[in-house]
């Protein structure tokens, strides 16, 4: 049985060659090519390894890379920061035994982080290692709608991305930029964790009912701690661009808080401020958001 370590960084390995052309690495293409990426010769090449040994890594059969051949590897395929990171903690827990049975305790928000929640004057959320919403605040609330409009099992932030009934936030123009987000932070969930149920359930069903989503995840993207820009439309304020930021809480992995900010005196913050008064005072409807 392969072990499930093993088979992640085989795929981690073909989705990153295929992503390089000869040229990127200072290789002349040749003739007539039949895959779009490196050849699997070509990468075993520059990375100073015999093609029979990196075959046998992407198919993920009993190959104990060292570090030094990681290494190799990573320079080769040039991975950024995150990647080789993905890249090492992959084949390290790929050389452990094949885990038994897991016991896996529920995730839940600590009191602390409850209460820090409910005084932070910005909108906030604390997302499960897998993406679930585990907590909001009343700013988040009024900016994303309220979750409870959704059964407790689809408070997921990809399962809310991907939904197929809002067609029409895939025309936001940061769509995929913050689905590749998602993605890329499921990935570096994953990496600790191959065969975890809820993983394994949202990724299945995912996979299974959207052409995008089967898309972006071939790409074998991984962040770990990520930011941006968003625009959400509001009706009752208008547009607000905001940033957002994630904070790792404790845990090894853990949940993380997404915090969205906007710059003190902007018009954003007054648009900000104009919602949270409106949300004080009576319900909101659900913002028409990118989720």
């Not at 072990?3 to 295929?18: I, K, N, Q, S, T």
């Not at 885990?99 to 929640?117: D, I, Q, Y």
């Not at 299945?204 to 820009?229: C, K, P």
Request: glycine share 6%.
């Amino acid at each position: 049985m392969t072990h499930p370590h093993a088979r992640e960084l085989g795929d981690f390995l073909r989705a990153r060659r295929g992503r390089l052309r000869p040229r990127d690495v200072g290789l002349e293409p040749g003739g007539r090519r039949k895959v779009t990426g490196l050849r699997r010769e070509e990468l075993a090449l520059l990375a100073g390894l015999s093609t029979d040994y990196y075959q046998r890594m992407e198919q993920g059969r009993e190959v104990r890379p060292s570090d030094t051949v990681l290494d190799a590897l990573a320079d080769a395929l040039v991975l950024d920061d995150d990647e080789r990171r993905h890249l090492f903690a992959l084949a390290r827990a790929a050389r452990r035994p094949a885990p038994g049975p897991v016991e896996r305790a529920p995730e839940r928000v600590p009191t602390g982080t409850r209460r820090l929640l409910r005084v932070m004057n910005t909108p906030a959320v604390v997302l499960g290692r897998h993406l679930d919403l585990l907590a909001w605040n009343p700013l988040a609330e009024a900016l994303l709608g309220n979750p409870d409009d959704h059964p407790a099992h689809r408070l997921n932030m990809l399962l809310l991305m991907f939904d197929d009934t809002p067609t029409d936030r895939r025309r936001c123009p940061d769509w995929e930029h913050q689905a590749l987000d998602y993605i890329g932070m499921m990935r570096s969930a994953i990496a600790t964790d191959p065969t975890h149920p809820r993983a394994t359930a949202i990724v299945g069903e995912l996979s299974i009912r959207s052409a995008d989503f089967r898309r972006l995840w071939a790409r074998h993207d991984v962040r770990t701690s990520v930011s941006g820009t968003k625009t959400f439309h509001v009706p009752e304020v208008g547009d607000i661009a905001l940033d957002w930021d994630t904070y790792p809480l404790p845990g090894a992995p853990g949940p993380v808080m997404l915090v969205w900010t906007a710059a003190p005196g902007s018009a954003d913050a007054d648009r900000l401020n104009l919602l949270a008064s409106l949300h004080a005072t009576r319900p909101m409807r659900h913002a028409e958001d990118c989720p």
